[in-house]
């Protein structure tokens, strides 16, 4: 369907103002994440404080207290991820019944020239973006957020080994950030042109399934199949579009693994040569490069949920957008009598909107009370 109104609002302000309703739950899950964040460092510290005590031929009590620690790390994390998922799933239900309730609210109070070009019925379809929603956002909030703690966290434990690590950090952070605003906008646009098509799709097939009998009483027609595929090639070439910004951004993760893998591994092992880090040191160290290379990816395969959500949102939008009907006014009931009203019409005009000619221009019309008129 042709979407002829314009959408005051971009995808991005859209999702802030969707989770802005939601503040306190999200500031738990941030939190949640922080301190799983932290505890996440447990590991390498751990693992090179274990290494450290092997080294020394001393297995004592010590040994023992590390091990423990570190397995009780990685308990309060899987305790935390619960967390994390039963304030989620409180969200979800409220995004669900709260979506419900608005559509139920707007959709008899649309205003009647919003939808003259438009069909409501699949304009409701929109609707079901909403379950988009709620599978998108848990991994956007809860893996998301976990993802770029950790990255925070673990590039400024490795500034701490060596000094070196700053450059390198900062120069992979660069890089990042690059790779996000040359390809971000695009995959935001390409996801949008796929979901229109997919949407006219699914209109067809609705009008399809509504005038069946129609198609069956004239016999054999290959309109049906000929409409149908002609839509679903052009949904194919969106989603091709679509797929080569991510393709692009899964070969960006590939280049940014091997480049942080080798350039840490290269550098890890110079300052081991020079004494400058033991033994220790440089296994806790390639440790958290690959908590960094792990989330780095986690994050780049992540960008297509964050373009499924921000679609949603939009199309969402495409409901609630739409401009309702005035409620004020005056009440029929306050001036209405058991005796027969006299209607009288001085200079009505009226036009649509987006039209260039009145449909009504300058009508005067007068009906007496009791009289019958035909419209």
């Not at 505890?39 to 450290?52: E, R, V, W």
């Not at 220790?280 to 690959?290: C, M, N, P």
């Not at 300058?362 to 419209?375: D, F, H, K, P, S």
Request: neutral net charge; proline residues 3%; contains cysteine.
């Amino acid at each position: 369907m042709p979407e002829t109104y314009s959408n005051p609002l971009s995808p991005v302000r859209r999702l802030l103002r969707l989770l802005g309703q939601y503040r306190r739950e999200i500031r738990y899950i941030i939190l949640y994440a922080i301190v799983a964040g932290l505890i996440n460092l447990s590991l390498p510290l751990g693992i090179q404080a274990i290494i450290g005590l092997i080294a020394g031929g001393s297995i004592s009590a010590s040994w023992g207290v590390l091990v423990l620690f570190v397995i009780l790390g990685a308990l309060m994390v899987g305790v935390l991820r619960l967390m994390q998922l039963s304030v989620m799933e409180y969200m979800q239900q409220r995004i669900f019944s709260d979506c419900a309730v608005e559509f139920a609210v707007r959709i008899p109070r649309l205003h009647l020239d919003a939808l003259r070009k438009e069909h409501l019925p699949e304009l409701v379809n929109r609707f079901f973006d909403v379950l988009t929603l709620q599978k998108g956002l848990p991994k956007l909030l809860i893996d998301g957020s976990l993802a770029i703690l950790q990255i925070i966290f673990s590039l400024l434990l490795l500034s701490f080994y060596h000094p070196a690590f700053v450059i390198f950090s900062l120069l992979l952070i660069g890089l990042l950030v690059l790779l996000f605003f040359w390809t971000a906008p695009r995959g935001l646009q390409t996801s949008l042109k796929e979901s229109k098509h997919k949407y006219k799709l699914a209109f067809w097939l609705e009008e399809v399934g509504r005038v069946a009998a129609t198609f069956k009483l004239a016999g054999e027609n290959r309109f049906p199949l000929l409409r149908a595929d002609a839509l679903t090639v052009d949904y194919l070439d969106a989603r091709k579009r679509h797929w080569r910004i991510l393709a692009t951004q899964f070969a960006g993760s590939v280049a940014f693994r091997v480049l942080v893998v080798g350039g840490f591994l290269i550098l890890g092992s110079l300052l081991v040569m020079n004494n400058q880090m033991n033994i220790g040191q440089f296994v806790a160290s390639e440790i958290l490069v690959l908590f960094v290379v792990d989330s780095i990816e986690k994050l780049i395969l992540l960008l297509e949920t964050g373009y499924d959500v921000l679609t949603a949102t939009e199309k969402l939008g495409q409901v609630t957008d739409l401009p309702l009907e005035r409620e004020d006014g005056v009440r029929v009931e306050e001036f209405c009598s058991d005796t027969p009203l006299e209607v009288e019409m001085r200079n009505l005009s009226y036009k649509y909107d987006d039209g260039d000619s009145f449909v009504l221009d300058q009508l005067n019309m007068r009906i007496a009370a009791g009289e019958r008129v035909a419209v």
